[in-house]
């Protein structure tokens, strides 16, 4: 494959991933040893320092070895695994401690965060075409699969989370916002009925999917439960005795919580409280929050199945309650 060079990078981490590449295509082997400085320099017409600057950024990320600081060698081989995710939560980072914890150690993560920002998340994808061995990638949309991700083989591809849409012929480990969620309700609605209503706070700025709300109203409307849907969550607003409050956004856990206090009210005791997805500091707030969500661990532990063994897979996680002290 021919390096043509672009304003997009410098010139020295084009040739390192030029180089990369070649060693996730397997075009260059453990032991292979690298053309030498003043070859490399002819052949893509930069400069000496360029490849040598070029050589230690590749020896920094464990690719290649040297001798005497000459002669430059392929390493053990390196595995190179793409890890996409939407934006940082402390449950995304189960799931990263998880899956780094499980390989072995001559794969490499290379972790981004999209942050919901559609022209970010696909230049990512494009600039990685043919860089990884693997791809583990939370789409920036439940219900449409991006286009720059058609380009990537799906056996290489492993769709994380959302998934809305038709995932034939590749592989997933998604949760359920819809069904999944109405399912965890129910199998706590006993526990629900000691509350006179069910607030789901939903900031309608969230990029959670807005289906859930749906199977929100349908849970209650099925089971006869009052309920509001509220947008926003603010220091002025009360916290209302006999009310369980499920709650998507973890800072908003966080408010309901302060707000409880100036109105002198226990949570788990005057009024209910469930956030959605499981946070290690939920199991040390107040005497415990429980929380809707499928098991982040798990998707760690299956991704990095799937990094290493390379078997389809395709999985909707279990949704369900952890039942702490907060309801």
């Given at each position: 494959?021919?390096?043509?060079?672009?304003?997009?990078?410098?010139?020295?981490?084009?040739?390192?991933?030029?180089?990369?590449?070649?060693?996730?295509?397997?075009?260059?082997?453990?032991?292979?040893?690298?053309?030498?400085?003043?070859?490399?320099?002819?052949?893509?017409?930069?400069?000496?320092?360029?490849?040598?600057?070029?050589?230690?950024?590749?020896?920094?990320?464990?690719?290649?070895?040297?001798?005497?600081?000459?002669?430059?060698?392929?390493?053990?081989?390196?595995?190179?695994?793409?890890?996409?995710?939407?934006?940082?939560?402390?449950?995304?980072?189960?799931?990263?401690?998880?899956?780094?914890?499980?390989?072995?150690?001559?794969?490499?993560?290379?972790?981004?965060?999209?942050?919901?920002?559609?022209?970010?998340?696909?230049?990512?994808?494009?600039?990685?075409?043919?860089?990884?061995?693997?791809?583990?990638?939370?789409?920036?949309?439940?219900?449409?699969?991006?286009?720059?991700?058609?380009?990537?083989?799906?056996?290489?591809?492993?769709?994380?989370?959302?998934?809305?849409?038709?995932k034939e012929g590749?592989?997933?480990?998604?949760?359920?916002?819809?069904?999944?969620?109405?399912?965890?309700?129910?199998?706590?609605?006993?526990?629900?009925?000691?509350?006179?209503?069910?607030?789901?706070?939903?900031?309608?700025?969230?990029?959670?999917?807005?289906?859930?709300?749906?199977?929100?109203?349908?849970?209650?409307?099925?089971?006869?439960?009052?309920?509001?849907?509220?947008?926003?969550?603010?220091?002025?607003?009360?916290?209302?005795?006999?009310?369980?409050?499920?709650?998507?956004?973890?800072?908003?856990?966080?408010?309901?919580?302060?707000?409880?206090k100036i109105d002198?009210?226990?949570?788990?005791?005057?009024?209910?409280?469930?956030?959605?997805?499981?946070?290690?500091?939920?199991?040390?707030?107040?005497?415990?929050?429980?929380?809707?969500?499928?098991?982040?661990?798990?998707?760690?532990?299956?991704?990095?199945?799937?990094?290493?063994?390379?078997?389809?897979?395709?999985?909707?996680?279990?949704?369900?309650?952890?039942?702490?002290?907060?309801?």
């Open positions: 494959m021919e390096l043509k060079f672009n304003n997009k990078n410098t010139k020295v981490k084009q040739l390192a991933d030029y180089i990369q590449r070649a060693i996730s295509l397997n075009e260059l082997m453990p032991g292979d040893k690298l053309s030498s400085i003043n070859t490399m320099s002819r052949q893509h017409k930069i400069s000496r320092d360029t490849v040598f600057k070029a050589f230690n950024e590749l020896k920094a990320r464990g690719l290649v070895e040297s001798i005497h600081g000459k002669n430059y060698f392929v390493s053990n081989q390196i595995k190179n695994v793409l890890l996409i995710l939407d934006e940082y939560t402390p449950f995304k980072d189960v799931l990263y401690n998880t899956l780094v914890s499980k390989l072995p150690t001559n794969y490499k993560i290379d972790l981004w965060f999209h942050q919901y920002n559609e022209h970010l998340f696909n230049n990512v994808v494009q600039e990685s075409y043919g860089m990884y061995n693997k791809y583990l990638i939370m789409n920036y949309s439940n219900e449409m699969l991006a286009e720059s991700l058609l380009k990537i083989d799906p056996k290489k591809l492993l769709l994380l989370d959302f998934g809305k849409f038709d590749y592989s997933y480990i998604c949760q359920d916002f819809d069904q999944g969620f109405y399912d965890a309700l129910n199998d706590a609605k006993e526990d629900f009925r000691k509350y006179k209503k069910i607030v789901f706070l939903f900031d309608k700025r969230h990029k959670h999917p807005q289906s859930s709300k749906t199977f929100l109203v349908k849970f209650c409307l099925d089971n006869n439960f009052e309920f509001e849907i509220i947008d926003s969550f603010s220091s002025k607003t009360p916290v209302n005795e006999g009310t369980l409050y499920i709650v998507i956004k973890q800072t908003d856990v966080v408010e309901v919580i302060k707000r409880s002198k009210l226990k949570v788990g005791k005057d009024f209910g409280l469930i956030g959605y997805n499981n946070n290690p500091f939920y199991e040390v707030i107040e005497s415990g929050i429980a929380s809707i969500s499928i098991d982040w661990e798990e998707m760690g532990s299956l991704a990095a199945d799937f990094v290493t063994n390379g078997e389809r897979i395709a999985c909707y996680l279990p949704t369900k309650i952890i039942q702490r002290n907060s309801y």
